[in-house]
């Protein structure tokens, strides 16, 4: 493709072209890792070991964004449903062979530990996403049906690993696509309902003791200030003593006198939120607000339905996990395991994350000149 | 809402124009979604950081809950009465919260000019400091005097962010005495770490090192407690703990070691360098284990000076080492009455079986290779197996060897424990070598030659085995009975899981062997080694232990001048180990060099008929086993028997008296000897 771009485009290429970078979204993603870094080095207590560690991580896994930025998105669309099938059997693989860590099966040990439950992050939306771009949009009732058994079975795979917070978030990117497919307001509606009387159901029969302690903490923190509700009290403290201006860089009293739990990955938002204050926080949101915004814009931009579900989708999964991080620091949700994307600690999601920002590149810089 | 009536079939009428619309309003809904929860975060924010900032920034500044965790009480070390062996003391130390110290180097400037601290605690100080939280208390100086706190209580107000804090330190109240049985505690180590299971060592500060404080570090270290409490922004706690949870403290060891007698041993050998081992034949319980040089495990508890340290593991005494189960010797003439025993078993020799010796011994048909005996003139032309062993008469020996064989010989040897490790519950035992074809060939590559036969046959060439080894044989050998597993410690408190500091002291541990009213102690399990004796054959037992009688008894017998006088029948070999070959040259031990001289070696049972004690001695370069190790062995026996044994029995009413019993054929066999 990028012949035709020179044949019709004689003009000199920038190396931004060449490399098919999408400049306001590298930006972006730079100026949030730059201030993440900032956070991370006073949440693992001015550790330059680790702040090296995180710098080599993350530039692996710019090298798979560059990687993936540079694959035009029709190659990835020819290979989805064999990604997506290979994804379930390494699933299933895990469940029969896994490695257990921490009480979960997630790993499998090919030569190197690797977890599938993060390849079907990004091969749930392709292949809904590749589904419907088959079809005529908006879906009927029966691909709809289809659309629910591809996002139920992956789910329900890496529910019982299980890895609970993993198994929501591949739903959720599965639904967006349905969403932005077009699934019928009257459904959405009618599935809400359902949903809200199912959920006592979920929660006498199927949900976990841990699971239960979790969001019964949510709901009353202070029922339980020394036990699990320890966490979610100390994380705001830490934000709420944070004020408007913050206690300044190194400052945070919660965080470096550890009574933040987890500071350097789940709860580093409460570190940013007591060093830098109100007004850093919204400095974060606003970079946050900024990568998703270019997202919806290539979405918008794109210039077929693959291309522009999986764009949409990806954008929204990616506030999902914002949302979900703060909302939990701040105790606006239940303490899940979720990593504030892009400023935490370590995750070997960050390279997912990465290789999911490469695709959305690539959606925006590998179009046909042809097609406008 | 469009309709969508016909499936698949529309395929090809895909509205490109309409599906984008279509998605372009979905991101346009989902947008707004966005922002609206964008601005719910926001809101959020806003309540928790200036709504609520004064209430939060009060409970962060005032009321924080730290978790301080409680190291838990290690273990005691008691000796078989109940004898204090390894207790906890409290020391002060001093401490320092670099973050509270106005100015660091001042700080420790003044402390120095005080007089409270040294050079090298600074150093040793700014070792630690690296790589620490700067709020975290870090120790400046480990062992403060009554003295030292006072003068420091003074300027207290002068230092902010140094304090004293009062820990339990391990003491060890008989030091070196003791310190190759018991082996010691440290501070832990960047190895050890890795190694412990770090969150039931928070509060921890020593681990055991070597012997049996290693051995036994799971048992002894016991389990973390915390206490949650509420600090000021210094850091200092405010009331009473919120919530506590108590350690568990380490279990206890009684050991089957009497330190009297360990004393007695420890006294024994002076000044020589070498090892004792003194153990109760009937079960496998130590008795007492010393190994000299040894080092004041005291010193290591505080952290020993590298200087210090230096010149402990590059004397060429080697205290560090532990001779006992480490130390590799050639068993010597020692071994002797085993092997008679096999020759016995074998029908190799009987009671009438004689070799003439002058002094020497060759290999029949090849007189390339003299074998010497020790005693040039030879003992005589009629030599028996008792003359033999009373006389230590190496060609008896060398010939005894030579037609048992080294295949027989090491196999028996093997159920003697040769070459095996004992079992001692205190690791890093070393289990010698007896050596075989097989071991020739693995570890020489070569094949096994008959004149080496020969030479095992009086307990050298490659034969070593440890102090420790060697005793066992001999307690073997002396009840004709099982051999077991070596052991120190003989109980181990029992099972207060759960239960408080407290409710464990109200449980005092009884103070004499006899009495454990309240249950406080587990016996620990006696196991009988893997290799076995068949010693069905009472008769030729019977005449070994005539033999080994008659060595301290018999006029020419090796150790007669240390045990003629004894008040109780005692058995035993001598040894004299040939560490230095002179070619030609008559052996002269004021010219040879020390360290090239002899080794003196001893082991030995008592009394006679129903054995009590088995012992071996090895002196390094002490010379003749006779005159050198067997007095030892009579100081260490006449502890026993005389002195300890007479504690037990005023203590104990009831006392049947049964070791007054005749043994009547030894007049008889000395007659015969004599012949």
Redesign the interface.
């Known amino acids: 493709m990028s012949m035709i771009d020179l044949e019709n485009n004689r003009r000199e290429i920038s190396i931004a072209q060449y490399l098919h970078i999408d400049l306001p979204l590298l930006t972006g993603i730079l100026s949030l890792i730059g201030f993440g870094l900032f956070v991370l080095y006073s949440a693992t207590?001015e550790s330059q070991d680790d702040l090296n560690r995180q710098i080599i991580r993350l530039v692996i896994a710019f090298g798979f964004m560059f990687i993936f930025a540079w694959i035009p998105p029709r190659v990835y669309q020819q290979w989805t449903p064999y990604l997506y099938i290979l994804g379930i059997i390494l699933l299933l693989a895990v469940l029969l062979f896994g490695d257990k860590g921490k009480g979960a099966q997630r790993w499998l040990n090919i030569g190197f530990r690797f977890q599938p439950s993060e390849l079907m992050k990004l091969a749930v939306p392709m292949m809904l996403a590749w589904y419907f771009h088959?079809?005529?949009?908006?879906?009927?009732y029966?691909e709809l049906f289809f659309a629910g058994v591809m996002i139920a079975v992956p789910t329900l795979l890496i529910m019982v690993q299980p890895d609970l917070g993993t198994s929501l978030l591949i739903a959720c990117s599965g639904i967006?696509v349905v969403?932005?497919?077009?699934i019928?307001?009257?459904l959405i509606v009618s599935l809400t309902l359902i949903g809200s009387v199912y959920a006592p159901v979920h929660w006498f029969y199927v949900m976990a003791d841990y699971q239960k302690q979790r969001v019964l903490t949510f709901l009353n923190p202070e029922q339980d200030?020394?036990g699990s509700g320890?966490h979610i009290i100390q994380s705001?403290?830490?934000?709420?003593?944070?004020?408007?201006k913050g206690k300044g860089w190194l400052q945070g009293?919660?965080s470096?006198?550890?009574?933040l739990p987890e500071r350097n990955t789940d709860f580093i938002f409460s570190v940013l939120?007591e060093e830098f204050?109100?007004y850093g926080?919204?400095l974060l949101?606003v970079m946050y607000?900024w990568i998703?915004?270019r997202g919806?814009y290539i979405?918008?931009n794109a210039q077929e339905?693959y291309t522009?579900?999986l764009a949409?989708a990806i954008t929204?999964t990616f506030?999902v996990y914002i949302?979900v991080n703060?909302?939990m620091v701040?105790?606006?949700l239940p303490v899940v395991g979720l990593p504030l994307p892009l400023v935490s600690y370590g995750g070997t999601s960050m390279v997912t994350l990465m290789i999911a920002f490469g695709i959305l590149m690539g959606i925006q810089t590998h179009k046909k000149l042809l097609a406008r | 809402m469009i309709k969508n009536k016909s499936g698949y079939a529309t395929r090809s009428f895909k509205d490109h124009y309409l599906e984008r619309k279509l998605i372009t309003d979905r991101v346009i809904v989902a947008t707004v979604l966005v922002f609206l929860m964008f601005i719910l975060l926001l809101a959020r924010l806003w309540y928790l950081q200036v709504v609520r900032f004064e209430d939060f920034k009060t409970r962060s500044n005032n009321n924080r809950i730290s978790v301080i965790p409680i190291a838990p009480k290690r273990g005691l070390i008691y000796d078989r009465n109940g004898i204090l062996l390894a207790e906890n003391r409290s020391v002060y130390s001093l401490e320092v919260i670099p973050e509270q110290v106005e100015d660091l180097q001042q700080t420790l400037d003044f402390l120095l000019n005080k007089n409270l601290i040294e050079e090298k605690d600074t150093e040793a100080f700014q070792e630690r400091l690296k790589g620490q939280r700067r709020f975290k208390s870090i120790l400046l100086k480990a062992q403060m005097s009554e003295d030292e706190v006072a003068r420091f209580a003074v300027d207290r107000h002068r230092l902010p962010g140094v304090k004293i804090e009062a820990n339990l330190i391990r003491y060890y109240p008989y030091g070196e005495e003791i310190v190759h049985a018991l082996g010691y505690v440290g501070r832990i180590n960047e190895r050890e770490l890795n190694r412990i299971d770090q969150s039931n060592y928070k509060a921890t500060r020593y681990i055991g090192k070597v012997g049996l404080e290693k051995f036994y570090e799971g048992l002894l270290h016991g389990k973390i407690g915390f206490k949650q409490v509420e600090t000021d922004v210094q850091g200092r706690i405010i009331g009473s703990p919120l919530r506590e949870q108590l350690p568990v403290p380490g279990k206890d060891l009684k050991l089957s070691l009497d330190i009297q007698l360990q004393l007695a041993a420890s006294k024994a050998l002076g000044a020589e360098k070498g090892s004792i081992v003194v153990l109760n034949p009937n079960n496998g319980e130590v008795l007492a284990l010393v190994s000299n040089p040894a080092y004041d495990p005291n010193h290591f508890v505080t952290g020993i000076s590298s200087k210090d340290y230096n010149l402990l593991t590059s004397s060429d005494d080697q205290p560090l080492f532990n001779r006992a189960i480490r130390g590799l010797y050639s068993p010597g003439s020692t071994i002797k009455p085993h092997l008679a025993w096999t020759g016995l078993e074998n029908k190799l020799i009987d009671k009438n079986y004689t070799i003439s010796d002058p002094g020497y011994w060759i290999i029949p048909n090849e007189e390339a290779r003299v074998y010497r005996d020790w005693n040039k003139f030879g003992h005589g032309t009629q030599v028996n197996y008792r003359q033999a062993i009373i006389e230590s008469c190496d060609p008896f020996f060398y010939d005894l060897a030579f037609r048992m064989g080294i295949d027989i010989l090491s196999s028996y040897m093997f159920q003697f424990g040769f070459g095996q490790s004992t079992g001692i519950d205190m690791g890093e035992e070393l289990s010698g070598i007896m050596p075989d074809r097989k071991w020739k060939r693995e570890k020489r590559n070569s094949r096994w030659f008959p004149g080496e036969t020969v030479i095992t046959g009086i307990g050298q060439g490659y034969w070593v085995a440890t102090p420790i080894q060697l005793a066992n044989s001999v307690a073997q050998l002396a009840t004709g009975d099982k051999r077991y597993d070596l052991r120190l410690v003989s109980h181990i408190s029992s099972d207060f899981n759960g239960k408080s500091d407290n409710e464990k002291s109200k449980a005092q541990p009884p103070q004499t062997q006899s009495t454990d009213v309240l249950g406080y102690w587990t016996p620990t399990s006696v196991k009988e080694a893997k290799v076995q004796a068949d010693f069905s054959n009472k008769t030729n037992l019977k005449m070994v232990h005539e033999a080994m009688y008659l060595v301290t008894q018999f006029p020419r017998g090796t150790a007669k001048n240390a045990f003629l006088d004894a008040a109780y029948r005692s058995a035993g070999k001598t040894g004299t180990v040939q560490l230095f070959t002179q070619s030609g040259e008559e052996y002269d031990a004021e010219k040879t060099a020390k360290h090239l001289r002899d080794n003196a070696v001893y082991v030995g049972y008592a009394p006679l008929d129903k054995p009590e004690i088995a012992l071996a001695i090895v002196v390094e370069n002490a010379g003749h086993g006779g005159s050198e190790a067997a007095p030892m062995a009579r100081a260490i026996m006449d502890e026993y028997f005389l002195k300890i044994k007479n504690r037990k029995k005023q203590t104990q009413t009831a006392v049947s008296d049964k070791s007054v019993s005749d043994f009547s054929r030894s007049d008889q066999m000395v007659d015969k000897v004599g012949e």
């Open positions: 207590g088959e079809r005529k949009l908006p879906p009927t029966k967006f969403f932005l497919a077009g019928p307001w009257r200030p020394l320890y705001e403290i830490a934000i709420g003593s944070g004020g408007l009293t919660q470096q006198l550890e009574f939120g204050g109100f926080a919204i949101l607000a998703i915004g919806f979405t918008v339905t522009r579900l949409g929204l506030f949302f703060i909302g701040t105790g606006l």
